[in-house]
């Protein structure tokens, strides 16, 4: 097999191609992340799969912050977002809006996420870095899937996590069409 990358012109038809098509609806609820890095890898992961929303809750991080920037690198142009105090703030908007909220959490009773049924308008909610979603927002999800990992490592950065399951989210719309 001979394989060679796609030119501008060719890659810019194979999205627009993609783009065409009518996904699952996708939105993002972030609890009280702590790190830039981790927000602006998230911004730019959300641009790309066409995340219509990202709800902030309790954040300590300005998405317009140059740390946040380094790492979207302009992508943040192409999310929208809101900032809200508090989960259940955030949590009331993202229903309001038509979505489930499905946390991305290491949580008993939660499922494999290539095997749970996702809504056909997800809001993954996804905590903070080390703590994880708050215990008001396990309350108060409507359900909970986790990422099966193999190896020794018992958690994922939350940037790589988010990217994983924002990637299965739009694969099992892939599926659908």
Same mark, same amino acid.
């Given at each position: 097999?001979?394989?060679?990358?796609?030119?501008?012109?060719?890659?810019?038809?194979?999205?627009?191609?993609?783009?065409?098509?009518?996904?699952?609806?996708?939105?993002?609820?972030?609890?009280?992340?702590?790190?830039?890095?981790?927000?602006?890898?998230?911004?730019?992961?959300?641009?790309?799969?066409?995340?219509?929303?990202?709800? !902030? =809750?309790?954040?300590?991080? @300005?998405? *317009?912050?140059?740390?946040?920037?380094?790492?979207? &690198?302009? $992508?943040?142009? %192409?999310?929208?977002?809101?900032?809200?105090?508090?989960?259940?703030?955030?949590?009331?908007?993202?229903?309001?809006?038509?979505?489930?909220?499905?946390?991305?959490?290491?949580?008993?009773?939660?499922?494999?996420?290539?095997?749970?049924?996702?809504?056909?308008?997800?809001? !993954? =909610?996804?905590?903070?870095? @080390?703590? *994880?979603?708050?215990?008001?927002?396990?309350?108060? &999800?409507? $359900?909970?899937? %986790?990422?099966?990992?193999?190896?020794?490592?018992?958690?994922?950065?939350?940037?790589?996590?988010?990217?994983?399951?924002?990637?299965?989210?739009?694969?099992?719309?892939?599926?659908?069409?």
């Amino acid at each position: 097999m001979s394989l060679r990358q796609l030119g501008s012109t060719e890659l810019k038809r194979l999205h627009r191609q993609w783009r065409q098509t009518e996904p699952r609806r996708l939105a993002i609820l972030l609890e009280g992340l702590g790190g830039p890095y981790n927000l602006g890898s998230i911004l730019r992961t959300a641009a790309a799969y066409r995340v219509e929303h990202i709800y !902030l =809750a309790a954040m300590q991080i @300005d998405p *317009g912050s140059t740390n946040v920037g380094k790492t979207a &690198l302009g $992508a943040d142009r %192409y999310v929208t977002w809101s900032a809200h105090e508090t989960w259940a703030h955030a949590a009331d908007a993202a229903r309001k809006a038509g979505t489930t909220i499905v946390g991305l959490e290491l949580a008993e009773g939660a499922e494999p996420m290539h095997t749970a049924e996702l809504p056909h308008a997800l809001c !993954l =909610a996804v905590g903070h870095e @080390d703590r *994880g979603l708050s215990k008001t927002a396990l309350a108060d &999800l409507d $359900a909970a899937v %986790y990422l099966p990992q193999l190896g020794r490592i018992g958690s994922l950065n939350v940037a790589t996590a988010t990217s994983i399951a924002l990637w299965e989210a739009r694969r099992r719309g892939f599926e659908d069409q």
